[in-house]
């Protein structure tokens, strides 16, 4: 019989945990403040940059044709000749009631149509994501164990190659090989009904998914890797060695609990990437997604729904962040014990 | 340097970086063709003695685009890692310099800050500004420089609390000085490397935004964005999308060998490590 591997002090005495209790909730009070501070320093960057835009924005809707009267007229209904300050609080406490206002261009609802457009891009994101984790770790894990033998070595070698793919690449090339050549899958685009057709729209998403989680797993695992590294040359698999436990044994048992933490951690880090891989992707297989709604939006120059998915992408991606942050504190083992 | 030839990824990171240069410097003088030349009449011509990778629609010599758009990437590159150096770097420093109340808020600031996706960064700039080559390097010069600022920082925090930082500030040296001539130099190396992963990056992100069309305009060669106008080709004639595809992947994976290589021969800990 192996001993325990770690000899974990369990003495939780009642004072120590009140405190422990009362450290987590100043730890999570204080990034709950940054979120709302940096939600707001967001918020009056995207609406400032986007309000002293060169261009008028209701002299480029009116055209250019439009007499003067019809741009004031125009200014006016869109509520442009307010004062700044009235149009950004009337704009951000329309965003806490989710109304980001209506498109100038077709004068739908921005948050509908935001919320139409996540249908696609969500579940595309959280596969992928999904994905990477699942590969990653025990790929990571077998590259950094047996980092010295020839399958070591090719992980290592193409994870830099996967680092290094552009997703639009790959997913230009995916389509050539698979949609193209075999036929298999469809080469773009996505069921105009959405989910109402749940197999076409799985069947679309499958190509995009793959495209994304690529780079997002080379990336998982190079992490994977030199942490694994590092915990295999620790003092306590040394000992656990020594006790007869195999490595692989080890890494499952306690690898995986000491990786847990930094994983939160860079799948954070990655969230912006996972932005920016989507919209690529988007644009690569025609997906109607919020990628697309944005470039559509910026081409033309339509600025409340630019605005308004600039927002709603942003609070996403900060409030996401700061859950993964806060989720980071609870399981963070220097703040659990009574010191 | 010679120690960098030695190490197998810096080996290969150089020679896929010179390749670039090279394409880039060579374009300043010359090309086969002038990449802007329009001739609609030798619109998609196979690849020939006269233009090795063939012509696009509108009859452009397709290397010489290729040629030039080495110049668009690395210059770029080179802007946006100069722009995240400029900032990251004091960030850095401030962050490690002011008082610990202080210094905790800026910490946090950079963690939400590198949430902030580039893209948005780039959208806003590029609809308030125009899409420029340019416009896109400082976007994703912005993006990268919280990340400078978290990663050096630690390693800042590290050569302060060192025994030669001690003993500047027993000399009577201000914290500014010890910063810049004891802790800054000896940071230099986790820098060095941190700048050239930078690198990569950015190309990588100039290549994207380009190809979204928020970066390099028509009718200046861009990698990302030759791929952009290929891609309607993807059913008849596949094979234009692969050199511009390959060329991105050559100067990222030579910047991040590179970095690799550098890492390895200038950080201590690896350098134990490995055999």
Not at chain 1, 91 to 111: E, H, K, P, Q, T
Request: glycine share 8%.
């Amino acid at each position: 019989m192996a001993a325990p591997l770690l000899c974990v002090a369990a003495t939780d005495a009642a004072p120590a945990a009140r405190s422990r209790a009362q450290r987590l909730a100043v730890a999570v009070a204080q990034q709950v403040g940054v979120l709302v501070a940096s939600l707001l320093a967001a918020s009056l960057l995207i609406f400032l940059a986007l309000h002293y835009l060169p261009g008028d924005a209701a002299a480029i809707l009116a055209g250019p044709e439009a007499t003067a009267a019809q741009v004031a007229l125009l200014e006016q209904r869109l509520g442009l000749d307010r004062p700044v300050a009235v149009q950004y609080l009337d704009w951000v406490f329309g965003a806490l009631r989710l109304d980001l206002g209506d498109s100038m261009l077709d004068g739908r609802s921005v948050a509908s149509q935001i919320g139409e457009k996540l249908q696609v891009t969500v579940p595309l994101c959280v596969a992928a994501l999904l994905i990477s984790v699942l590969v990653a770790l025990p790929l990571g894990m077998i590259a950094g164990a047996r980092h010295r033998t020839w399958y070591g070595h090719l992980i290592g070698a193409l994870t830099q190659l996967g680092v290094a793919l552009p997703v639009f690449a790959v997913g230009l090339a995916l389509v050539t090989v698979v949609a193209v050549k075999w036929r298999v899958l469809p080469v773009q685009g996505f069921p105009p009904d959405r989910w109402a057709d749940p197999a076409g729209a799985i069947h679309s998403l499958i190509l995009p998914t793959i495209t994304l989680a690529i780079p997002l797993t080379a990336g998982l695992v190079r992490f994977v890797r030199s942490a694994t590294i590092d915990i295999v040359a620790d003092e306590w698999v040394r000992t656990a060695r020594a006790q007869g436990w195999s490595i692989p044994s080890v890494l499952m048992r306690q690898g995986l609990r000491n990786a847990a933490l930094p994983l939160v951690a860079i799948v954070g880090l990655e969230l912006a990437g996972l932005l920016m891989g989507s919209v690529l992707i988007e644009q690569v297989f025609a997906l109607p997604g919020i990628g697309q709604m944005l470039l559509k939006d910026v081409g033309n120059r339509d600025i409340v729904s630019v605005q308004g998915t600039l927002l709603a992408l942003t609070s996403v991606i900060m409030i996401v962040t700061i859950a993964l942050n806060i989720v980071y504190t609870l399981i963070d083992p220097r703040l659990r014990g009574s010191k | 340097m010679i120690a960098l030839l030695r190490n197998p990824s810096g080996l290969v990171g150089v020679l896929l970086v010179a390749v670039v240069v090279a394409a880039a410097l060579t374009s300043l003088l010359w090309t086969p063709h002038d990449p802007l030349i329009v001739d609609p009449a030798a619109g998609w011509l196979a690849p020939s003695a006269s233009h090795l990778l063939g012509t696009d629609a509108l009859g452009r010599d397709s290397f010489s685009a290729l040629l030039v758009g080495a110049q668009v990437t690395l210059g770029s590159a080179l802007l946006a890692t100069a722009v995240a150096a400029a900032l990251g770097l004091p960030l850095a420093a401030i962050i490690e310099l002011t008082p610990p109340m202080l210094s905790a808020f800026l910490q946090r600031f950079v963690d939400i800050m590198i949430a902030f996706p580039t893209l948005i960064l780039a959208v806003i700039l590029v609809t308030s500004f125009g899409s420029s080559t340019w416009t896109a390097a400082v976007a994703v010069g912005l993006g990268a420089s919280v990340v400078v600022a978290r990663t050096v920082a630690p390693e800042l925090r590290r050569a302060r609390s060192s025994d030669y930082a001690l003993l500047a500030t027993a000399a009577g040296a201000s914290s500014g000085r010890i910063m810049l001539h004891h802790v800054l130099p000896n940071a230099g190396s986790t820098i060095v490397v941190r700048l050239t992963q930078i690198l990569a990056g950015s190309a990588l992100a100039e290549a994207g935004l380009s190809y979204l069309g928020f970066g390099t305009p028509t009718p200046t060669p861009s990698w990302g964005r030759t791929l952009a106008e290929m891609q309607p080709q993807i059913m008849t004639r596949p094979e234009v999308l692969l050199a511009p595809a390959l060329c991105i992947v050559i100067v990222v994976l030579g910047f991040n060998l590179l970095g690799d290589g550098l890492r390895d021969i200038l950080d201590p800990r690896t350098r134990r490590s490995t055999p």
